[in-house]
């Protein structure tokens, strides 16, 4: 019988791979990620933290590694499916090998499908309590439209974490990133400001938008603060009861003085609520 592997080489298993996430699986076993273990445990607590996932089902959009659907599981989701495409088919990221030792490593019951955005719909993967739609808006050339499509996924939430510009225009705006303009990724497209994702999300059918700022945002003095920004989309009043437990970490985008201190210049009167519209397609 073959000798079980030792701590050292589990350990260097973990070492041979490109961890975007870090992970600690106990016993001394560690992924060293690009995003730090503190990163990693403020953006999951930034996402779940005011929120009852107990019992949900969550579908986590662009899971790359895994750690926030296998957060989410820990943190007592029912079912949680992860999908990717795009990192799960590059030969530099290891593909989803990352992700399924982690899988093991953790015993999880996530299920992992590899499914390019384009093709998430409700008919091909069904609907969730909750959808997580985290880094991805941006790395998508169709982005509004496929925001909407994913959209019809989420039975209640829809979380969505997104890069920013615009900040300084006073109207829903995007910046278009041609090539590699952004950070030298071809895979960013573009950079919305707030007022311009708050309508997004009103026109995809969610009633009720809070905001918060990306934890490691910096300085709120400092230039490159609110670069990043994260929305709770809800679809009513009754799928915020549902699942907030505390929206004290949140602006609701629902009243003027939240619009008036995320999105509105100084001397500009904060945008008023938007109705959903009737479109002639309808």
């Not at 994260?230 to 949140?250: E, G, P, S």
Request: charged share 20%; proline share 7%; net charge negative.
């Amino acid at each position: 019988m073959q000798a079980p592997p030792n701590l050292a080489e589990r350990q260097a298993e973990l070492d041979a791979l490109h961890w975007w996430h870090s992970f600690d699986f106990g016993g001394g076993l560690a992924a060293k990620g690009v995003k730090t273990p503190a990163v990693v445990t403020a953006e999951a607590d930034a996402y779940f933290a005011p929120l009852s996932l107990a019992g949900r089902d969550v579908l986590d959009i662009g899971t790359w590694n895994g750690y926030m659907a296998f957060d989410a599981e820990r943190r007592g989701a029912a079912r949680v499916v992860a999908t990717d495409h795009h990192v799960w088919s590059l030969d530099w990221t290891h593909g989803r090998r990352p992700f399924d030792l982690a899988h093991r490593l953790l015993g999880s019951r996530v299920e992992g499908r590899q499914i390019d955005v384009p093709l998430i719909t409700p008919d091909s993967v069904g609907r969730f309590d909750v959808v997580l739609f985290l880094g991805v808006f941006y790395h998508l050339f169709d982005a509004p439209t496929l925001t909407r499509q994913i959209a019809g996924c989420a039975r209640d939430l829809m979380i969505v974490e997104t890069h920013h510009d615009a900040l300084d225009v006073t109207r829903p705006a995007m910046i278009f990133y041609p090539a590699d303009t952004l950070n030298q990724d071809a895979t960013n497209w573009w950079g919305p400001n707030p007022h311009c994702m708050w309508w997004l999300l009103r026109e995809c059918g969610f009633g009720r938008v809070f905001y918060r700022d990306h934890p490691h945002n910096g300085d709120p003095a400092g230039a490159n603060f609110r670069q990043r920004g994260i929305y709770f989309a809800f679809r009513d009043d009754a799928a915020v009861a549902r699942l907030a437990t505390r929206t004290d970490d949140w602006h609701d985008l629902g009243e003027a003085s939240a619009r008036a201190a995320i999105f509105s210049q100084p001397g500009q009167p904060p945008a008023s609520p938007p109705s959903p519209r009737r479109r002639w397609w309808r």
